[in-house]
């Protein structure tokens, strides 16, 4: 697992199209916003950190292709991403100071509105 700022994963994500951010915030988070720009791939799972890696592991998206993990602060995602390189996602980062450090960044978001 490797950290990163917000910006240079707006960055990548925006350039790399079989990128993917993950975002393990809670609904009650996400009616802050979400990392925005609709061309970004986004899913969303649970959370619950225990119910996680099962969450995780059931996802559909490339093992092999750059995953980045963003929560409201930066703890639950680094977590999240060391448990999604143990289920053997290859290329895992943490974005750094969550969906908070991400919105200081004046990175693109808007309301939850993705299903």
């Known amino acids: ?7 240079e994963a707006f960055d990548i994500l925006l350039s790399d199209s079989n990128a993917v951010i993950v975002d393990v ?24 950190l225990d119910e996680f890696g099962q969450s995780f592991q059931n996802s559909t ?3 092999e292709c750059k995953t980045f993990f963003i929560c409201k602060g930066g703890v639950r995602s680094a977590t999240a991403a060391v448990v999604a390189e143990k289920l053997g996602y290859k290329d895992c980062y943490n974005i ?4 908070t450090e991400w ?3 004046n990175l693109p978001s808007k309301a939850w509105s993705i299903k």
Do not use: C, Y
Request: charged share 15%; no cysteine.
């Open 1 to 7: 697992m490797k950290n990163i700022s917000p910006k």
């Open 103 to 105: 919105q200081h960044s």
């Open 25 to 48: 915030r809670t609904p009650e988070e996400w009616a802050g916003g979400i990392p925005g720009n609709v061309s970004l791939k986004l899913v969303t799972i649970s959370a619950n």
């Open 61 to 63: 998206h490339d093992v």
């Open 96 to 99: 750094t100071g969550g969906f």
